[in-house]
């Protein structure tokens, strides 16, 4: 079985209702707490690779600008590091299975992927 990664915020209610949908699966994800643990440049840029999305797709408008990052300003390497540096600008919950990934926005987006 394919592992599944969630990129999680236990505070999040979207974030928990993802996490319920895939445990209900019969799925035990990996549950990374990415405020906690956040991804490294090198594992959000396969991420958004993942998603077919560019780094200014999964940015958390207001929380960047409350970190004083001017994501207009930045290269898409720039904002990842950013993004790696204030995670909370990271949207969530973000789920990885094998070589694909969702965004669970809605929650049921992800299953898709499962």
């Not at 979207?14 to 019969?26: A, F, N, Q, Y």
């Not at 594992?43 to 780094?55: F, V």
């Not at 909370?88 to 929650?107: F, H, M, N, Y």
């Amino acid at each position: 079985m394919t592992q599944v990664i969630i990129y999680h915020n236990p505070r999040c209610s979207k974030s928990r209702e993802t996490l319920k949908l895939i445990e209900d699966k019969g799925i035990a994800p990996v549950i990374v707490d990415y405020l906690k643990t956040p991804p490294s440049a090198a594992e959000l840029t396969r991420i958004l690779g993942l998603l077919g999305k560019g780094p200014h797709d999964i940015l958390r408008k207001k929380e960047a600008a409350e970190a004083g990052v001017d994501a207009a300003a930045l290269s898409d390497a720039q904002l990842i590091d950013a993004m790696v540096a204030n995670p909370s600008a990271i949207e969530r919950p973000i789920v990885v299975a094998g070589d694909k990934a969702a965004l669970g926005r809605p929650p049921e987006s992800v299953l898709a992927i499962l």
